[in-house]
């Protein structure tokens, strides 16, 4: 079965684990600590949380906000229901803002409208660079001066991603940032992910909320003993184990590496599917270098005459799995009844649902799979004379 995303584990992998397991801490010890500078060295910022999940990123980096119970946080309907879930999680109210179908992320000049419609309730916006595209970040910047709120840029698609020739833009931009190493992402940790930030206040608030609330002060641990700790605020266990930190370790050597086969998947599926009546190749801004943690096609499969459903169906019966990131989180019974969100808001969204297709991506897939791939999608829509040359 060729799958949309699959993980790459090799040997050095599996021995960074195994010597973990053998002479390290499991966790809490120093392999987390490398970890997160290496992700720093990489990505960027001051400091860096490891966390055992993106949802758990997500959840830490809007708490440290300490925003008010009930405070107005906006993000996109196409996401990952993470992304939601965190405003939840923290009690806030949540609004979604339509997406643009230039970039499939949620729309400035939509947002920017609201800002001004609702004077100064918004108190957080929840970006999502969107398959690895990046937003128009100095736009973002800019409203964010204008009408002061903040910043989370959820950036599990985006890992390596360039805004403007800047890897390491995300944390330049953003309060925070959140990363996943999903297996799916573009390094793994199994499960695991981090908050990037420059700002001090809001990492001291996660150092402590990811491990149970837990404060140690040097003065009073020397009055007390080492043993003594406090806990004002309730936490939580989102650690990220030692030896889920040795495989991201060995992991992001090769992240150039993923980064690159990456491209060029995206670069054979461009080709292959540009200026067919019907379908819409992903789009880029001329000031990114996007990332491709996703390959999505826009198929209209009204004009194709065959529905999504079947499609879909067809492609399974070859061994073929695809995706469709995401179901609008306005579609969902918990967000549905809470919020009585109205579809209409979101035409944008509506048409990206109806259309997106996720092909597959990730570093194994090989040229004859990936030829297969093509080759069926063509052969189920019926797409003659488009026979180039892989
Ligand atoms: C956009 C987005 N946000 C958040 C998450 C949550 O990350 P995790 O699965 O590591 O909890 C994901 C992961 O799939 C994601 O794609």
Not at 62 to 69: C, E, P, Q
Not at 319 to 324: A, D, H, S, T, Y
Not at 363 to 377: A, D, G, P, R, T
């Amino acid at each position: 079965m060729i799958n949309y995303g699959k993980h790459f584990v090799d040997k050095e992998d599996l021995d960074a684990v195994n010597f973990t397991l053998k002479y390290n801490f499991l966790t809490q010890g120093d392999q987390v600590k490398k970890f997160e500078k290496n992700i720093k060295n990489f990505f960027g910022g001051k400091y860096c949380l490891a966390v055992n999940s993106g949802t758990s990123a997500l959840h830490l980096a809007l708490k440290s906000l300490s925003l008010k119970k009930n405070s107005l946080v906006l993000t996109t309907p196409i996401t990952f229901i993470a992304t939601a879930n965190s405003v939840l999680y923290n009690n806030h109210k949540l609004d979604l803002i339509d997406i643009d179908l230039k970039n499939y992320c949620l729309d400035l000049n939509l947002l920017e409208k609201y800002l001004i419609q609702k004077k100064n309730l918004v108190k957080a916006v929840i970006f999502v660079d969107y398959a690895g595209n990046t937003l128009d970040w100095d736009k973002i910047f800019f409203l964010k001066k204008k009408y002061n709120f903040f910043t989370i840029n959820d950036n599990c698609h985006a890992l390596g991603a360039k805004y403007k020739n800047d890897i390491k833009y995300a944390v330049k931009y953003a309060d925070l940032v959140t990363h996943s190493y999903h297996p799916v992402k573009l390094i793994t940790t199994g499960e695991g992910g981090s908050v990037l930030t420059d700002n001090k206040s809001f990492y001291d608030k996660i150092f402590s909320l990811r491990s149970h609330g837990i404060i140690r002060n040097p003065l009073l641990e020397k009055k007390f003993g080492r043993w003594f700790y406090e806990v004002n605020k309730l936490g939580y266990n989102y650690r990220l184990s030692d030896i889920a930190s040795s495989l991201g370790n060995s992991q992001i050597k090769k992240a150039k590496k993923f980064l690159k086969k990456r491209g060029e998947i995206a670069k054979i599926y461009d080709y292959n599917f540009k200026g067919i009546e019907g379908i819409i190749i992903p789009k880029k801004n001329e000031s990114v270098n996007h990332a491709y943690h996703l390959y999505v096609l826009l198929i209209d499969f009204n004009y194709f005459k065959i529905s999504k459903k079947n499609f879909f169906q067809k492609l399974l019966k070859k061994g073929i799995n695809l995706q469709v990131h995401y179901v609008p989180i306005y579609n969902h019974k918990l967000y549905q009844s809470r919020f009585k969100f109205n579809k209409k808001k979101y035409p944008q969204s509506e048409k990206f649902f109806n259309q997106a297709v996720s092909l597959p991506v990730f570093y194994e897939l090989k040229l004859n799979q990936q030829k297969y791939v093509i080759n069926e999608i063509k052969k189920i829509l019926k797409i003659n004379g488009h026979k180039k040359k892989i």
